[in-house]
């Protein structure tokens, strides 16, 4: 059983930056792959990125390549997901999940219990 929990999470303005990490509880963190999730008020849970086990390839959804990085740290038993240029759509509460890679939740065995952006104009 793997335990996620999130931080970083907060209130920051429109164009600023925020890094949000996911910290394991096992040492097999460095077995999983790893992605981040998000929920805004009203609609579903939708991918954001991924990671693979070993780091060696990164996934986005569409709506924040290029400005969010998804990056990892096996040593640490933590994921980071480094968002910049923050928009008011990306106001949400993220979830960080542990699995076997893929876009789709059902592809996540573990979740942590959420950490809230929400982005001011």
């Known amino acids: 059983q793997v335990q996620l929990v999130e931080s970083g999470g907060g209130l920051v303005q429109a164009g600023d930056s925020l890094r949000l990490s996911c910290a394991a509880s096992?040492?097999?963190?460095?077995?999983?792959?790893m992605g981040w999730f998000r929920q805004a008020p009203g609609k579903e849970r939708e991918f954001v990125a991924a990671?693979?086990?070993?780091?060696?390839?990164?996934y986005y959804a569409d709506s924040v390549k290029g400005r969010f990085t998804i990056s990892r740290d096996n040593a640490k038993n933590t994921v980071y997901l480094q968002m910049n240029s923050l928009k008011r759509e990306d106001a949400a509460v993220y979830y960080c999940?542990?699995?076997?890679?893929?876009?789709?939740?059902?592809?996540?065995?573990?979740w942590g219990q959420g950490t809230q952006v929400t982005v001011s104009s």
């Open positions: 999940a542990a699995g076997r890679h893929g876009r789709r939740s059902y592809q996540y065995d573990y």
């Open positions: 990671i693979r086990w070993s780091g060696s390839s990164t």
């Open positions: 096992e040492r097999t963190f460095s077995t999983y792959d």
